[in-house]
């Protein structure tokens, strides 16, 4: 359960180090860029530790699922972007994918 854990926060970091990203303006702001890039680094070590427990292919699936899942919802709530009814659906669908790689690994 560990390994799940740490694969979560290393998800999240994904949502602050692409909003940091974006505020970075095509990294031509230091402070945004500098910290955009660390947490991406930090995101990529918490994932590396929960690799050692859980498969590659389904750890990074969910990381990067629950990624962009975090990102997207960070984006229509933070910053104004759509929340179309499709834009929902294919996000839900995303979910139910991460969902279902959780239960079939266990």
């Not at 660390?38 to 929960?50: D, E, I, P």
């Not at 669908?93 to 079939?104: E, N, P, R, T």
Request: aromatic letters at 4%.
């Amino acid at each position: 359960m560990k390994a799940w854990g740490l694969l979560v926060v290393a998800a999240m970091l994904e949502l602050v180090w692409a909003t940091a990203l974006k505020h970075s303006e095509g990294l031509t702001r230091l402070w945004p860029a500098v910290a955009g890039l660390g947490v991406a680094l930090l995101s990529v070590v918490v994932l590396s530790a929960a690799l050692r427990d859980l498969p590659v292919g389904t750890a990074y699936a969910v990381w990067v699922g629950l990624g962009s899942l975090g990102v997207a919802v960070t984006g229509i709530v933070l910053l104004g972007e759509s929340a179309s009814a499709g834009r929902v659906l294919c996000l839900a669908l995303i979910l139910a994918g991460v969902i279902g790689l959780k239960v079939v690994e266990g």
